[in-house]
C-alpha cells in the first residue's frame, strides 16, 4: 500500500524570512528554495503575494484578509437585509387585502 505525500505546512514567520532573504537581501529564488528545502514555485508565489500586500500576506488557513472579512460582513448583512425586505413586502400584501 503506497501511502501519499505529507503536505508540510508553512508558519507565516517562515514566508516571510523566505521572501525577505530573496527580496530584501538579494539572494537568489532558486538558491533560497534549495537552501530552505522548498520548490522555486512555492518562493516565487509567496514573494509574489508578498510584494502585493506586505503588511496583510500569509493570513491564515481558514482566514481572510481584514479587507476581505470585511467584505464577508457586509454581503451577508445585505442578504439578511433583503431577506427582511421581502418578508415585509408579502406581510404588506397579506394584511392589505380587504376581506369580502
Do not use: N
Request: hydrophobic content about 35%.
Amino acid at each position: 500500500m503506497s501511502e501519499g505525500k505529507v503536505r508540510r505546512r508553512y508558519d507565516r514567520a517562515f514566508k516571510e524570512g523566505a521572501v525577505r532573504l530573496v527580496v530584501e537581501e538579494g539572494q537568489t529564488l532558486a538558491g533560497t528554495a534549495r537552501d530552505l528545502g522548498i520548490t522555486e514555485t512555492m518562493l516565487t508565489r509567496w514573494r509574489k503575494e508578498y510584494l502585493a500586500d506586505q503588511g496583510q500576506a500569509f493570513p491564515g488557513k481558514g482566514r481572510l484578509k481584514p479587507d476581505e472579512e470585511e467584505i464577508r460582513r457586509l454581503k451577508r448583512r445585505v442578504s439578511d437585509l433583503e431577506q427582511e425586505r421581502d418578508i415585509l413586502k408579502k406581510a404588506l400584501v397579506i394584511f392589505s387585502k380587504h376581506p369580502k
